[in-house]
């Protein structure tokens, strides 16, 4: 019995003692640990259209109030050789001012031409023609008293040019504070992910005292069939976590547009269109659609308020809905994203009366995100009556059932690119019948087994 008490004692001794180093080690990892911030993210929008058009007004106008701050693209420097050209975006100060937000104005700089002599020097061209914008930009919202609480700079630098690329913003900070020295205006940039690995990006990010980090659109398709998505969130999330490292206020810039990628016959890559649907390619191109996709972006949001690094001030978005804009999200589909939620489709089909023998079938989304149109809808009526004629429209072609006596309605050709946006309306086909049978209409799975007849 000794012997047993003075093994427990000792078995207890050892166990209290690593008790008491293990309590130690895990209050030393606490309170080394870097802070966490948790709660909703203020959320701003880009509106970086070119033409103000009444769909763009209307926007800023009805949705504007939804967000911390409109950031308005205010001019865009492009480089061609040794010509440099200045192009101003003449907005609606109306209607920006009649959103009642706080706005940011922003100055988007093209590639630097390889022609270029020195273009970061204080007596350059470029320096000159982006000190001038900045001043130019800054005194037109002056004049239509709009509130301007920052100035960004949104250029894709070289990541071997940063360190230089810090003239351009200090030069930038000095027009924009001789044009506005009673009320400060921030002055950030745009910082892409690559650069976060750059010794030169801390002295950079110091310098402009905040930045936004872009993790949309990072890798170019290599072929038709081989597609990164738009963002990939996994990585964003590691990119906002790295970011964090320099101690430097920043946002996070999220998309929510879609990429239209053109392929020739061998797989290379012709081109990207994100702001129009202008097809500028051969008849021949292969085509691929590259959509920001809403549900892996409301759960980052929801991660990102749950928990993130301090340093993340906001998130901005990519951009904001115009009704007239097809190639992105609708605005019910972002205000679900916004609040963390992953929006869904809800397709219905209805059958409309058009006179006593002819019906219209129209398929409605009621959800609040795009719809796929990669169903068919099956039309059928009572025996007592008989089909005279169907056809299909909107992109739908229309089969005879010989066994059931149905009419089915079919998206024709590929239907990967094919959407019905929240809240829209499309009528997809018709039949005519003969009596005084009233047809049905549902939505299903396309029925491979079903072979085509000839339209009536």
């Known amino acids: 019995m000794v012997v047993l008490e003075w093994k427990y004692r000792q078995r ?52 504007g109030d939804a967000f911390s701050r409109l950031d308005i693209l205010a001019a865009e420097i492009s480089f061609h050789g040794d010509a440099i050209q200045t192009s101003t975006v003449a907005f609606d100060a ?48 002056q004049r239509n008293q709009l509130p301007i609480d920052e100035f960004q700079i949104d250029f894709d630098c070289p990541d071997s040019r940063l360190t230089p690329f810090c003239n351009w913003v200090r030069m930038v900070q000095l027009a924009v504070a001789a044009q506005s020295p ?18 030169a990006f801390e002295p950079l990010a110091r ?19 081989s597609l990164s998505p738009l963002c990939d969130t996994a990585e964003a999330r590691r990119d906002i976590e790295l970011a964090s490292r320099v101690h430097v206020p920043f946002m996070v810039a999220l998309p929510t547009y879609t990429y239209l990628a053109g392929f020739d016959a061998q797989g290379k890559l012709l081109g990207l269109l994100a702001e129009s649907v202008d097809n500028p390619w051969p008849q021949a191109t292969t085509w691929r659609t590259l959509r920001a996709d809403p549900q892996a972006l409301a759960a980052l949001v929801q991660s990102l ?37 992953a929006p869904a489709a809800h397709l219905t089909v209805t059958a409309q009366q058009v006179s006593t023998a002819l019906w219209e079938f129209e398929l409605t989304n009621l959800g609040d995100d795009d719809a796929p149109l990669t169903d068919e809808v099956s039309i059928a ?72 007849g000839s339209g009536h």
């Open 94 to 141: 109306s209607a920006v001012r009649d959103s009642h937000r706080s706005i940011g104005l922003v100055l988007r700089i093209g590639p630097i031409s390889s022609a270029a002599v020195d273009p970061f020097g204080a007596d350059s061209a470029a320096s000159k023609a982006i000190a001038a914008a900045a001043r130019d930009a800054i005194a037109a919202a």
């Open 12 to 63: 207890a001794g050892a166990i209290a003692a690593c008790a008491v180093v293990g309590l130690g080690a895990w209050l030393w990892i606490i309170s080394h640990r870097p802070p966490r911030a948790a709660g909703p993210l203020p959320q701003q929008a880009y509106v970086f259209q070119r033409d103000w058009i009444d769909t763009v007004r209307q926007a800023v106008l009805e949705r």
């Open 207 to 225: 310098q402009a005292g905040s930045f936004v980090l872009q993790v949309h659109a990072l890798h170019q398709p290599v072929g038709p069939d």
């Open 182 to 199: 009673d009320h400060p205006i921030a002055v950030t940039i745009t910082a892409l992910p690559s650069w976060l690995n750059q010794t």
């Open 305 to 341: 308020a749950a928990d993130r690094p301090p340093e993340l001030h906001g998130i901005i978005w990519y951009r904001l809905p115009v009704d007239s804009d097809q190639l992105n999200w609708r605005w019910p589909t972002l205000a679900a994203v916004m609040s963390g939620r």
């Open 381 to 452: 009526w009572q025996t007592d009556a008989g089909l005279v004629a169907a056809d299909g429209l909107g992109g739908f072609t229309h089969v005879d059932d010989p066994r059931s006596h149905q009419v089915l309605l079919r998206p024709a050709g590929d239907t990967s690119s094919k959407l019905l946006p929240p809240g829209e309306t499309r009528t997809v086909g018709w039949v005519r019948l003969s009596g005084s049978g009233s047809p049905t209409a549902s939505l299903g799975p396309i029925a491979r087994d079903v072979a085509a």
